[in-house]
């Protein structure tokens, strides 16, 4: 394994940086996940399992030591620096840059430190899947909250391209030769003026999408 031997301490919680802890201990490294005693903000985040414990967790953690400390102790963040320190000198975190965790700070008691800080936005401001999607708009897509249904279902809305495009090439056979395109099938008449019919690929249920189109 490439990270094989290497040590890599984890101060973080949600997605971003336990996935790149995730990332590297599946690369070979001894990964060290630091949590607050009871557990980070995401320790009972769902789903969960019968017995109460978050899957979200576990599949973003396993493989990985676990080490839980009073983050608000300055004796446990000193223990934390230390950790971080003896070993290679690389912690992963999306806690705040700042105080006893920020590149300064380790810096001094580790000067070859790698502090690997994840960000929400690129200000360093905090941001995760649910803020982002709304402040693009994503919401909006089924039409506004106040009517209380969709206003323009997705799939239906994905679906419009496609049934353009077919009803389009069906008015140019109807233009050129003089029939109707009907279910994929061309009369024998359409075909010898060089019609021809493009098949797509399969679509749910077995059907396949039928692009007309007429040519000469």
Same mark, same amino acid.
């Given at each position: 394994m490439p990270l094989a031997g /290497? /040590?890599? #301490?984890?101060? !973080?919680?949600?997605?971003a940086a336990p996935l790149c802890g995730l990332t590297l201990s599946q690369l070979g490294a001894e990964v060290i996940r630091v949590d607050p005693i009871g557990g980070g903000a995401d320790a009972h985040r769902w789903p969960l399992s019968e017995? &109460?414990?978050? +899957?979200?967790? *576990?599949?973003?953690? @396993?493989?990985?030591? !676990?080490? !839980?400390?009073? +983050? @608000?102790?300055?004796? *446990?963040?000193?223990?934390?620096?230390?950790?971080? *320190? /003896?070993?290679? &000198?690389? #912690? #992963? /975190?999306?806690?705040?840059? %700042? &105080?006893?965790l920020s590149y300064a700070a380790l810096s001094q008691r580790c000067p070859d430190v790698i502090h690997v800080h994840m #960000? &929400?936005?690129?200000?360093?401001?905090a941001g995760v899947d649910y803020t982002v999607n709304a402040a693009v708009g994503f919401p909006m897509v089924t039409g506004p909250s106040s009517i209380g249904e969709p206003a323009r279902h997705i799939r239906r809305t994905l679906q419009e391209p496609v049934d353009t495009e077919r009803r389009s090439r069906r008015r140019e056979a109807h233009a050129v030769l003089g029939v109707r395109? +009907?279910?994929? @099938?061309?009369?024998? %008449?359409? @075909? %010898?003026?060089?019609a021809e019919i493009h098949r797509g690929p399969r679509l749910g249920r077995g059907r396949r999408r039928v692009l007309r189109h007429a040519v000469g």
């Amino acid at each position: 394994m490439p990270l094989a031997g /290497t /040590t890599i #301490v984890e101060v !973080s919680s949600f997605v971003a940086a336990p996935l790149c802890g995730l990332t590297l201990s599946q690369l070979g490294a001894e990964v060290i996940r630091v949590d607050p005693i009871g557990g980070g903000a995401d320790a009972h985040r769902w789903p969960l399992s019968e017995s &109460g414990a978050s +899957l979200y967790w *576990a599949g973003l953690n @396993r493989g990985k030591k !676990s080490v !839980s400390v009073d +983050l @608000r102790s300055p004796d *446990a963040q000193i223990l934390v620096q230390e950790l971080i *320190a /003896t070993g290679d &000198g690389i #912690v #992963v /975190t999306n806690s705040p840059n %700042r &105080g006893w965790l920020s590149y300064a700070a380790l810096s001094q008691r580790c000067p070859d430190v790698i502090h690997v800080h994840m #960000v &929400g936005r690129a200000d360093g401001s905090a941001g995760v899947d649910y803020t982002v999607n709304a402040a693009v708009g994503f919401p909006m897509v089924t039409g506004p909250s106040s009517i209380g249904e969709p206003a323009r279902h997705i799939r239906r809305t994905l679906q419009e391209p496609v049934d353009t495009e077919r009803r389009s090439r069906r008015r140019e056979a109807h233009a050129v030769l003089g029939v109707r395109v +009907l279910h994929g @099938r061309l009369p024998g %008449r359409a @075909r %010898r003026h060089g019609a021809e019919i493009h098949r797509g690929p399969r679509l749910g249920r077995g059907r396949r999408r039928v692009l007309r189109h007429a040519v000469g």
